[in-house]
């Protein structure tokens, strides 16, 4: 079985930066991609930002382009989230996922597993 969990969050003020990390332990799985999602209070989750996991091609919501960069350490197993210039609506749970097979939308629909998820709030 596949775990992803992720930590990293935290409280911080409005300009400021966190790295999330997302650890997979389990079996060995390869997987086409993964990302980051995030839910704010109220809302649906939605995409942050993705990355194909062999090439490293990175994609971003448009709401995050410019401030936030995901990488990842393939030897350790590890997905990581910089987040900087941060701001109040960055508030909300931030959760990674897992698509094996691909191709992804990067949908929430099409990621097989999830983390818990990592609480990270932005002070005004």
């Known amino acids: 079985q596949v775990q992803l969990v992720e930590s990293g969050g935290g409280l911080v003020q409005a300009g400021g930066s966190l790295r999330l990390s997302c650890a997979a332990s389990g079996r060995t799985f390869s997987r086409y991609a993964m990302g980051w999602f995030r839910q704010a209070p109220g809302k649906e989750r939605e995409f942050v930002a993705g990355?194909?996991?062999?090439?490293?091609?990175?994609y971003y919501a448009d709401s995050v382009k410019g401030r936030f960069t995901i990488s990842r350490d393939i030897a350790k197993s590890t997905l990581f989230l910089q987040m900087n210039s941060l701001k109040p609506e960055d508030t909300a749970v931030y959760y990674c996922g897992a698509d094996i097979l691909g191709p992804t939308n990067w949908s929430v629909d099409s990621m097989d597993y999830w983390g818990k998820g990592t609480l990270v709030t932005v002070s005004s």
């Open positions: 990355i194909r996991w062999s090439t490293g091609s990175t």
